[in-house]
């Protein structure tokens, strides 16, 4: 079974610009997650997609973050404009969205770096 | 809103001896406790998990334990190989079906010495 998959790995903008993540989760999970994670602390819940509706959007800050998951499958994460604190991991992950299956797989993450 | 303390911050252990690192968490309602074990490089990988109605469950050298009445759970690693050097954390959510919200803890810098 394949992994989540999240594209780029790494990311190196200045402030101000605009970026976004891409995130593939794991075949017929219905729930997706993205995470930031900033160095030395645990990951934090940005946002949590049902299918393709928000399930959970009230950490995201929603003057420069953005997500959508498109047909309920693939997800981007926009940022614009970045900010330095912004520089951290993007996580993503996927669980089955099922009673009793809450594991959540997560993806090798996608570092950015804001200057 | 949960929240999850989780010590030590860092832990350094000889190879073949124990590890144990503890985690507390503030909701009630939490009935969900994965433990998850990040590499260099990568992202959280789950290694066990318990729920609220388990008070211990042990997977080979790994075993977790949970006290509802003092709402801590703790992660025990015995015999411990160079390979478990990572980060570890300990995450709790509560499992209705669709909002499975994982709050984490800081993290466990856990290191074996040779």
């Known amino acids: 079974e394949a992994g989540v998959a999240q594209s780029p790995r790494y990311k190196i903008i200045e402030k101000r610009q605009s970026v976004a993540f891409w995130c593939n989760p794991i075949?017929?999970?219905?729930?997706l997650y993205w995470y930031q994670q900033i160095l030395g602390q645990g990951p934090k819940l940005l946002i949590q997609f049902q299918n393709n509706g928000v399930v959970d959007d009230s950490q995201l800050p929603k003057d420069r973050f953005s997500a959508e998951r498109l047909k309920g499958v693939d997800s981007t994460l926009k940022i614009q404009p970045a900010k330095l604190e912004d520089s951290a991991v993007y996580l993503c992950?996927?669980?089955?969205?099922?009673?009793?299956?809450?594991?959540?797989?997560f993806g090798p993450g996608t570092r950015l770096l804001v200057l | 809103g949960e929240n999850v303390e989780q010590h030590p911050s860092t832990l350094s252990v000889q190879e073949g001896d124990s590890a144990v690192i503890k985690c507390t968490y503030s909701?009630?309602?939490?009935?969900?406790f994965p433990w998850y074990k990040q590499e260099l490089g990568k992202g959280p990988q789950l290694i066990i998990d318990?729920?609220?109605?388990?008070g211990e469950k042990k997977d080979q050298r790994i075993a977790v334990t949970l006290n509802k009445t003092a709402k801590h759970f703790s992660l025990h690693i015995t015999e411990t190989q160079p390979e478990d050097s990572a980060v570890y954390f300990c995450a709790a959510s509560k499992t209705n079906v669709g909002n499975e919200k994982l709050t984490f803890g800081t993290g466990t810098r856990l290191t074996i010495i040779p």
């Open positions: 992950a996927s669980s089955s969205g099922l009673a009793e299956q809450e594991t959540q797989y």
């Open positions: 909701d009630s309602a939490s009935n969900y």
């Open positions: 075949s017929g999970h219905a729930t």
């Open positions: 318990i729920r609220s109605n388990v």
